[in-house]
Each structure stands twice: as C-alpha cells, then as structure tokens.
C-alpha cells in the first residue's frame, strides 16, 4: 500500500471514529446541536479523503470529473456543517452571514450538475500523473469553469463569517474557543481557498489534498468540544449528588415537619397557585385531591383576621422579610383554631416569578393552654391580694374606724343641736358637710379592697405612677403610722404615664411597701424610713423603694422564687406574683443591697410610647 493511500485511509478511519462517536451521543445531550453538527463535519472530513484519493486515483479523465463533482457536493455540505458548528458552539457570529455562505454555496450545485464536467472544469481534457508523497497521483486539465468564482465567493463569506464569530467569543471572553476553534477553521478554509485558485486556474501542477490539515482541525476541535462533555459530565454528576443531597434534606424537612404536625407550602406570586402538605391541606380542611389556589386558603380564614393575613403577605412580597402572623381558621362545621404561619419571599425558579414560602403551625393546644395559665394566675394574683389584705386587716380596720368615728359624734352633735329650741342651721349644715365628707372617705376605701379582691381579668390603661403610688399609700398610711415608718417621696413629675392594670400594679406596690415595713420591724423606731421615688427610664418610669431594714440574704434572687418567704404566716408569693406582674407589662422587678443599709427594690415599666 502506498503512503498516499495509508495516510488517506487514515484520515477517513479517524474522521468515521469521530463521527461515530458525537453522532450516538448527541441524541442524549442536552447540547445536540453541538454533537449532531460536530459529527456531521467529521463525516465530511471523511467524505473529503474519499473523495480526494478517489481523483489522486483515477483511470481516466471522466473518472476525475465525476468524483470532483461529489467533492463539491462535500464541500456544500462542509460550509453548512461549519455554519451550523460554529453558531452552536461559539453561540455568535451574525446569522446572515452564515446563511449567506451557505445559500451561495447551495447555488453552485447548480452549474456542478448542470451543462459541465462539474463546477471547476467545463471539461475534463486530460489527466496526468505527477509524484506526490513518494507515489505517482493524478491531476486534471481542461478549460476552467467561470462558476468557479461563485464557489470562492461563498468561501470568502465563510472566511467572513468565521472572523466575526472568532472575534466576538474574544471579546466576550471565550478565548481558548476563539483560538482553537475560530482561528483552526479560518486558516484551513483560506488555505483550501488558496488551493483551489492555485491547481484549478492552473497555476500549480499538485492534487487536491486539504483533508489531512482539516482532520487537524476537526481533532482539535473535537479536543476542544471533549473538554466541553468532561466538563459537562462532572457537572452532571455533581448535579446528581446535589439532587440525592436535596431530596434527603426535603425528606428531612418533611418528616420534622409531620412531627410536630406543621403543613409546609408556597405561593405562586404570578396567579396565586398553592402548594402544600398533606398536613396543610389538613389543617385548613381543605380538599386532599384538588389544585389549590391562595383563595382556597383566604376562605377558611376567620372573617376579622382575614385583612391581616393579606396584609401580611403583601409585606412580605414588597420587603422581602419573614412574616409571622396568627390567625383563626374556621373548619366545615364552623369549629375554630389557632393557626400561627411564617412565611418569606425566596426566588423562583430561573426567569420566573418569586414565590412565598413557609410553615403554618396549630396553636389551638397552646392558646387553650395559655388560657387557662392566665385564669391560673388570676386566681394565684387574688388569693395573693386576700393574703395581703388580711394582713393589712389592722391598718384597714384603722382606715374605717377614723371615719365611722368621725361619722358618729358629728351625728350626735347634730341631734343635740336639734334638741335646742332655735338650732343653728349653719352649724348642722357645717356638720353634715363633715359626715358627708367622712362617709365618701369610708366609701373610698371600701371601694378599693373590693378592687383589689376582684378576680377581673388584667385590663391596661394609661396610668400616672406617680398619683397610683399616692392611692397606695392612703390606703397603708394607718399602717405605716402605726408601726412608725416615716414615708418620704421623692415624685419625678416629668416621669411618663405607663400602660398598666391599676389592681395589678397596686397589688405590687402594696407588697412591696408591706415588705419594707416588715423588714423595719427590728429597726429603731427614729430610724424607720421608707424612700420611694420615680424617674424616667429611657422611654419609661422607674419607682425604687429603699427602706432601712435588715437588707437582702446573699442571693438576693431566691427571694422572687415561689413559696420563698421570711414571714410566718405568709404565703411567699408576693414577691413571685409581683415579678411576673412586671413582665407582663413588659417590664422588669429586681433587688439590691441598699448602700446606706437596708434593701432596695425597682420596678421599671416601659412607656406607653414605647409600647405603641
């Protein structure tokens, strides 16, 4: 076998291989138009080989004629494949151009098969054997064809077109690409553009041999498009495992949220489509079967908790931050529950819509709960008040007698006035003034135990500390005068009104003030002292009671732990109860060592501003 003929069968087996190969692939890629016009072009390159060994080998000048008539029909079919290969791979390159190589070339098919040998001779003369490669090889003679011009026209626009798309993937920085893939096509179609003028217009005496460079070029380009399906390959796999990593974290996900029975879902934000869990679907009693649209959802929401719920929503797809809101949603039957839904905008898949997304839990066991926590504590509040009263019972007793008293010796002084011939009118009157004034007194104070023993629920209302702290001390004031504590007050009359319950807030102070006077029981008389002052704590009050008594144990905490106490006969709950009066106003209540001797007590309480 002679060189020309091993080295073209080469050629031809490794353009096959190549074709073979991105051909069965492409079907499976999602990249196929790559693949398909790749495989293609090796074909051709195959087709070339053939075709050219076929003329180095022919007997006779018709043999010539006919298989560079097929050689033609193979470059068509190249400039297509290089078209379709480039614009695929590349992704740019101006599409008229293409288009325009390639319907110029698809025209000089015509004059290849029509009214001549083919569309580089009008006729095959001749045939003579000259050496090439070691080997005698047959070239052509005859009279040009003037179509040829049409062929070499189309070639100048590929060349055109190739330099447009090489430039453009440069510039977008796809230069490897340009390189190899732009530049390998440009110089081997200049090349073979070369040729063709050089042996068909006569001006060399050599054979058509352009198949061996262009394998160079479609392997290099088949290296290139490889690197392309190794990356892609690695890409998939690792897709794959992010797939399997994915689906293990959904199933995660769903089984955390089927035990503590939460319905995960997500919103179209576009028309309002809703997906969710079985468990949602259950909570909101909806339809296990049916497409599910936002308004299904709105529907079984109670009617007052709707305009939140939307509004909510609307939030949260204008900011972007999570939404959390309770709500009522309403069964078939009309049984109520609690629902609490987070929610958050996430983006949607690529070039759609974002969506909201979330997990809706039943508070209906906890509000129950709560509830009942709350009737609870009402109930412990008002047997911490009773507590507290009883052991007021004395200065109480005090409060009510002085005006009883008063009541009755302005009474008898009045009947002994009437008893007169000519009573003094001015004098009764001045008298039943003071009856009428000690009678309110009495009332008053009544007025207030029966607050202070009520069980009503906590109700807020903007209250001045500074006056509740008065009240307070009116109604210990036989008390304190009593055991000898001097109250001083030191009132900051800028301090802010407080949200609060009035009994609630008295029931603390009550405790508070009866602790100090306890805690002064073995301290001199002259040396009794109550301080009790208010300032403004940031954006709300402070009330501090310092008192000279025996200060604080070491671990001034225990002291606000239930059921601790140093008084005989108490309960050790008041100063639990007065703790957890303070946080529910949102506030705090702690102890500390006085300085001077004693303890001190503060009571801070945010603002109503502060609160709004």
Same mark, same amino acid.
């Given at each position: 076998m002679s060189w020309v003929t091993a080295l073209w069968s080469m050629v031809i087996a490794a353009s096959l291989t190549m074709a073979a190969i991105y051909g069965l692939a492409w079907p499976r890629r999602q990249d196929a138009g790559v693949n398909l016009s790749f495989a293609l072009l090796a074909l051709v390159t195959a087709g070339f080989a053939s075709a050219e060994l076929w003329m180095m080998k022919a007997q006779s000048p018709a043999d010539y004629a006919t298989a560079l008539r097929w050689f033609q029909v193979l470059v068509w079919l190249g400039v297509l494949a290089i078209v379709a290969y480039v614009r695929f791979f590349l992704r740019t390159g101006r599409v008229w151009l293409g288009l325009a190589a390639g319907v110029m070339r698809t025209l000089t098919l015509v004059p290849n098969f029509v009214g001549a040998a083919n569309l580089n001779f009008l006729e095959v003369q001749?045939?003579? +054997?000259?050496?090439?490669?070691?080997?005698?090889?047959? @070239?052509?003679?005859?009279?040009?064809?003037?179509? $040829?011009?049409?062929?070499?026209?189309? #070639?100048?626009? /590929?060349?055109?077109?190739?330099?447009?798309?090489s430039v453009a993937a440069w510039r977008r920085g796809q230069r490897r690409r340009a390189l190899v893939v732009g530049g390998g096509l440009v110089g081997f179609v200049c090349a073979g553009f070369v040729e063709a003028i050089l042996v068909f217009w006569h001006l060399?005496? $050599?054979?058509?041999?352009?198949?061996?460079?262009?394998?160079?070029?479609?392997?290099? &380009?088949?290296?290139?498009?490889?690197?392309? *399906?190794?990356?892609?390959?690695? /890409?998939?796999?690792?897709?794959?495992?992010?797939?399997?990593? /994915? =689906?293990?974290s959904e199933e995660r996900l769903s089984l955390a949220a089927e035990a503590v029975d939460a319905g995960l879902w997500s919103i179209d934000t576009v028309d309002g489509r809703l997906w969710t869990t079985d468990q949602g679907r259950a909570l909101f009693h909806l339809d296990p079967e049916r497409d599910l649209t936002l308004d299904d959802v709105l529907a079984r929401i109670h009617p007052q908790d709707r305009p939140q719920v939307q509004r909510e929503i609307a939030q949260a797809l204008a900011t972007g931050d999570k939404a959390r809101v309770e709500y009522r949603a309403l069964g078939p039957s009309g049984d109520q529950r609690w629902l609490v839904s987070w929610g958050r905008r996430c983006a949607g898949h690529a070039g759609q819509a974002p969506i909201l997304t979330g997990i809706t839990l039943d508070l209906t066991a906890r509000k129950a709960m709560e509830a009942e926590t709350c009737r609870q504590r009402i109930e412990l509040a008002h047997l911490a008040r009773a507590a507290t009263v009883s052991e007021l019972s004395g200065a109480l007793a005090h409060e009510l007698n002085q005006p009883l008293a008063?009541?009755?010796?302005? !009474? %008898? !002084?009045?009947? &002994?006035? /009437?008893?007169?011939? +000519?009573?003094?009118? +001015? %004098?009764?009157?001045?008298? *039943?003034?003071?009856?009428?004034? %000690?009678?309110? =007194?009495?009332? %008053?104070?009544i007025r207030r135990l029966r607050a202070l023993l009520r069980r009503d629920a906590p109700e807020l209302r903007v209250l001045d500390c500074n006056?509740?702290?008065?009240? @307070?001390?009116? #109604?210990? =004031?036989?008390d304190l005068t009593d055991r000898g504590v001097v109250v001083d007050l030191s009132l900051n009359q800028e301090a802010p009104a407080v949200p609060a319950d009035r009994v609630l807030l008295e029931q603390v102070l009550l405790n508070l003030i009866a602790n100090a006077a306890d805690a002064m029981t073995a301290t001199p008389p002259m040396e009794r002292r109550l301080t009790i002052t208010t300032d403004r704590d940031g954006d709300g009050v402070r009330i501090t009671l310092s008192d000279t008594g025996q200060g604080l144990p070491t671990d001034a905490g225990d002291i606000f732990a239930p059921f601790v106490t140093t008084k005989p006969q108490g309960l050790g709950m008041g100063l639990a109860i007065g703790r957890t009066v303070a946080a529910a106003h949102h506030g705090r209540l702690w102890a500390e060592p006085d300085p001077a001797g004693g303890a001190r007590f503060h009571l801070s309480l945010p603002g109503a501003a502060e609160c709004a």
């Open positions: 001749r045939i003579a +054997s000259v050496p090439f490669l070691g080997d005698q090889v047959a @070239v052509a003679f005859g009279p040009p064809n003037s179509w $040829m011009l049409l062929g070499q026209l189309s #070639l100048a626009l /590929l060349v055109a077109f190739l330099l447009d798309a060399v005496g $050599m054979p058509i041999a352009t198949s061996p460079f262009f394998l160079i070029v479609v392997g290099a &380009m088949g290296f290139e498009l490889r690197r392309d *399906l190794v990356t892609a390959a690695r /890409l998939t796999r690792e897709l794959e495992v992010k797939d399997a990593q /994915l =689906r293990l008063s009541i009755l010796s302005n !009474a %008898e !002084a009045g009947q &002994m006035l /009437l008893a007169q011939a +000519s009573p003094n009118l +001015s %004098e009764i009157k001045a008298i *039943l003034d003071d009856i009428v004034a %000690e009678d309110q =007194r009495a009332a %008053e104070v006056a509740l702290i008065q009240s @307070v001390l009116t #109604l210990l =004031r036989g």
